[in-house]
Nanobody, 114 residues
Framework: QVQLVESGGGSVQPGGSLRLSCVVS????????MAWNRQSPDKERELVATITNRGMTNYADSVEGRFTISKDNAKNTVYLQMNDLKPEDSAVYYCSAQAGYTYWGQGTQVTVSS
């Protein structure tokens, strides 16, 4: 059974930084294409960043240049470094792992407010 557990969310002021982590267990981490998504109460779920099993990355226009996705195959972990955070980045952030089927974590809350 594949499980994804996110951590690292919290409250931060505009301009601040957070690093999210997502640990994957029960599967073969290195074969997954990984992604971070987010959802706020008044919006649909949004794809934020992706990293393929080969390490190729892609970002939503809204976070390009501020967020960085990375992974550590030895630790079965994907990260999302978020810098220069803005109030509109506030959301629940979910990681996902895809290899045919898509697995989801439970999410971690990020709040950006002064």
């Amino acid at each position: 059974q594949v499980q994804l557990v996110e951590s690292g969310g919290g409250s931060v002021q505009p301009g601040g930084s957070l690093r999210l982590s997502c640990v994957v267990s029960g599967g073969i981490f290195r074969i997954y294409d990984m992604a971070w998504n987010r959802q706020s109460p008044d919006k649909e779920r949004e794809l934020v960043a992706t990293i393929t099993n080969r390490g190729m990355t892609n970002y939503a226009d809204s976070v390009e240049g501020r967020f960085t996705i990375s992974k550590d195959n030895a630790k079965n972990t994907v990260y999302l470094q978020m810098n220069d955070l803005k109030p509109e980045d506030s959301a629940v952030y979910y990681c996902s792992a895809q290899a045919g089927y898509t697995y989801w974590g439970q999410g971690t809350q990020v709040t950006v407010s002064s």
